[in-house]
């Protein structure tokens, strides 16, 4: 419980403070030398051993457990004062973040902030998730002729079809999709998506 619950909380605070997803995928962004989905995948993983390993400290401690829920004439008591505060405290925090309440606001607004701070460091995807786009839809989201588009790869040395996607040429060639968009840009100028909103 303690070192998945160490885990979970390390996992946590990164993918607090991570990019958005547009960005991590765009950049290929990794710290410590994980990808923001290896950080999410570690996360679950953790939390189901942590799920697992308390119900088997539940199940190996039930008779101390029950203990601590009598009162002093050995009677069960489940409403006890620690469990009503410590339902208060979760309930505080449950309605505090669906809520918005000025202290949890806060809390996710900054990180919030952390997450926008990357994209300061790195150039914005012309619309979410660009990279998992084909060549040929790739071209029609942008407005960039297909033709010219794949020319422009080939003239960096960059076999390409109008099937294959940002994401595998930018893995095949050991680059960003970002870096990859940055040759036709540069090449063919800069363009604004025709379809907005996406991802």
């Known amino acids: 419980m303690l070192w998945s619950m160490i885990m979970m909380t390390y996992t946590g605070i990164i993918l607090y403070i991570a990019p958005h997803g547009r960005i991590a995928y765009w950049t290929n962004w990794e710290l410590f030398g994980w990808s923001k989905d290896q950080f999410a995948e570690v996360h679950t993983t953790f939390m189901v051993l942590f799920i697992t390993a308390t119900l088997l400290h539940i199940y190996y401690n039930w008779k101390p457990l029950t203990n601590y829920m009598k009162n002093q004439a050995k009677d069960f008591v489940f409403f006890t004062k620690e469990m009503l505060v410590a339902i208060t405290i ?77 994401e595998n040429i930018s893995i095949e060639q050991g680059k960003t999709p970002g870096e990859v968009f940055g040759l036709i840009s540069a090449s063919l100028g800069e363009k604004t998506p025709k379809i907005t909103g996406l991802g």
Do not use: C
């Open 90 to 166: 979760v309930l505080v925090f449950l309605f505090g973040t669906l809520y918005t309440l000025p202290l949890f606001s806060h809390f996710l607004e900054f990180g919030e902030g952390m997450k926008e701070s990357w994209v300061e460091k790195s150039e914005e995807p012309p619309y979410g998730h660009a990279e998992e786009s084909t060549l040929k839809d790739f071209s029609q989201k942008t407005g960039y002729d297909l033709e010219q588009l794949l020319n422009v790869l080939r003239e960096h040395n960059i076999s390409a079809s109008k099937t294959d996607t940002l």
